[in-house]
């Protein structure tokens, strides 16, 4: 029997990796935080990663605790990896401060992240595209 994904991926065409958050349980949480590790760990330092996280889908919002107790470990073991910007649909305004506050976890001064609302998606990937 297969599992259900939890947290769907795609490389896209222009080359920008979408996620797209279908619950917040730590499961889905796992599947984000290894495919994000499979992308910093192939693609060349002086590349850049562009990164689509759609979490719309979620009635709490992201599972921020989750990811940051997972993803941690990660940027803390490589901490030379390609410059990277993320761009976070989210339905929910209220919790644009608590993802500005959690990215600043793993956001260095070469990476860039941006929130945007639900309906912003075309701007959410113009804004990525331009980001080089």
């Not at 693609?43 to 996280?53: E, W």
């Not at 921020?64 to 305004?93: D, M, N, V, Y």
């Not at 793993?106 to 804004?127: M, V």
Request: proline letters at 5%.
């Amino acid at each position: 029997m297969v599992a259900e994904q939890k947290c769907l991926y795609q490389q896209r065409e222009d080359g920008i990796h979408q996620f797209t958050f279908l619950d917040a349980s730590r499961e889905a949480v796992r599947e984000f935080v290894t495919q994000l590790e499979t992308i910093y760990t192939n693609t060349p330092l002086d590349k850049h990663v562009h990164l689509y996280l759609d979490t719309s889908a979620l009635k709490a919002g992201p599972p921020l605790r989750q990811i940051a107790r997972q993803i941690t470990p990660f940027f803390q073991e490589f901490p030379e990896r390609p410059e990277g910007s993320l761009a976070i649909i989210t339905a929910r305004g209220s919790v644009f401060t608590m993802l500005g506050n959690f990215l600043n976890l793993f956001s260095r001064s070469k990476d860039r992240f941006k929130l945007f609302r639900e309906g912003q998606e075309d701007e959410a990937i113009r804004w990525l595209l331009a980001v080089r």
